[in-house]
């Protein structure tokens, strides 16, 4: 039986090309790629391709995200696999340490957890490496004259914004809110916090199936924006009087507050796409003196009863809905593809010496863009 990996593996497309070139070209031939990411069935198939371009791989994983069947599934082909899922930040610290015990030639790094560490213990021979996120960006670019190592940061390519945020958020998280409430959208009043690029793909998302969408956001660009785009903008506490679903996704603190609670009706549903679970003020909610007693209504929403009488209902306790509750799948492959094609081409190119030595902590180039859009669109083309 084919398992859920080898469905994400043949899924993509890119990747499968890029292995296959890879297998003859060999650009790791001799090099070690030490990376701490997310172990789940899409990493698997970038770090499989790596292996195929000749890199020995050691890999660990992230906090609370490490599936043991992708640890097995890598381990029985050849790549060493420090530790296992853990919560515990410490076991963690040990694990990323273990990773770079081994010196790698080249580091595939996620939220700068590798390079902040390397420059605690730097070792010669370091190539360079990639960055995968906006965090990752923000905690090396102070650190940069230490660095002095060419490092592409794979978030800040435009493909990784339109193909993952926009397009791939915005369907993952109005997937997530059927899967998790089994409820209708259309003639809902939806009402979306953020319309950077993840908030235009879950406000296009809900639209598209016949919601009601007014957009909140404090910059009034995007607010124009949005009203251009044909949402509704009106202002944030009547759009929260007739909300029927809420969504935040502005990577900001404190979005949805225990004081928002007295202007929800009854039967709202809340849920935070955003990295951090701090969007909805879930702690203070839960504690608002209105709130009677929390039950559980089904797997991944809780209903907080009001004196009133009135149900709120929180999806996955205000962490990333598409990455929990039951069976959350995360953003779609071919997103993820396309992300991991920018990470398979940005290693080689600093493997075969192509970058800039002043490249530290840029975007990805430009010639890498355009050679994963042209493939991505020879792979669709009929
Ligand atoms: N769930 C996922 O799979 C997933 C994937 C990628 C990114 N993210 C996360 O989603 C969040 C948003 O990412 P993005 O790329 O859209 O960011 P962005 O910076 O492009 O957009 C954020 C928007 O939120 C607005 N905003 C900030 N504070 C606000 C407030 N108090 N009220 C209303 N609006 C406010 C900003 O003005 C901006 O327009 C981040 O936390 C990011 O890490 C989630």
Request: with cysteine; charged share 20%.
């Amino acid at each position: 039986m084919t398992t859920r990996i080898d469905w994400v593996a043949e899924s993509c497309r890119l990747l499968t090309a890029i292995s296959a070139e890879f297998a003859t070209t060999q650009p790791f031939a001799g090099l070690t790629i030490g990376t701490g990411i997310h172990l789940e069935p899409k990493t698997a198939a970038l770090i499989m391709t790596l292996a195929r371009g000749g890199a020995r791989v050691i890999a660990t994983g992230n906090l609370n995200t490490t599936q043991q069947g992708t640890v097995d599934y890598l381990r029985e082909r050849g790549i060493e696999v420090i530790g296992g899922p853990t919560s515990d930040s410490a076991q963690h610290d040990a694990d990323l340490r273990e990773v770079l015990a081994a010196h790698p030639d080249l580091l595939l790094d996620n939220g700068g957890d590798l390079f902040a560490r390397y420059l605690e213990n730097p070792w010669d021979g370091l190539l360079g490496g990639t960055e995968e996120t906006t965090s990752g960006r923000s905690r090396l670019a102070p650190l940069r004259a230490e660095l002095a190592l060419p490092i592409l940061v794979i978030n800040d390519s435009p493909i990784k914004q339109f193909a993952e945020n926009k397009h791939a958020v915005g369907q993952s998280v109005f997937e997530s809110y059927l899967r998790i409430t089994n409820r209708s959208t259309g003639g809902k009043q939806v009402v979306v916090f953020g319309y950077g690029s993840c908030g235009q793909g879950v406000a296009s998302s809900f639209r598209n199936a016949y919601g009601l969408v007014t957009v909140i956001d404090t910059d009034p660009v995007k607010r124009l924006e949005a009203c251009l785009d044909g949402f509704d903008v009106s202002e944030r506490d009547n759009a929260l009087r007739r909300a029927d679903i809420v969504v935040t996704v502005t990577g900001a603190r404190d979005i949805l507050l225990a004081g928002d609670l007295p202007l929800l009706r009854d039967d709202t549903i809340l849920m935070n796409a955003g990295h951090f679970p701090l969007e909805i003020d879930v702690p203070a909610l839960l504690a608002h003196p209105d709130v009677e007693r929390v039950t559980d209504a089904t797997d991944g929403l809780q209903t907080l009863h009001t004196h009133d009488g009135r149900r709120i209902h929180l999806a996955t306790g205000g962490h990333m809905a598409n990455l929990a509750g039951p069976r959350p799948m995360g953003n779609s492959i071919e997103s993820m593809d396309l992300g991991f094609a920018l990470q398979a081409r940005c290693l080689e190119a600093i493997a075969l010496g192509t970058v800039a030595a002043d490249s530290v902590v840029v975007p990805v180039p430009r010639v890498i863009d355009e050679a994963v859009a042209t493939s991505y669109l020879e792979l669709v083309a009929r």
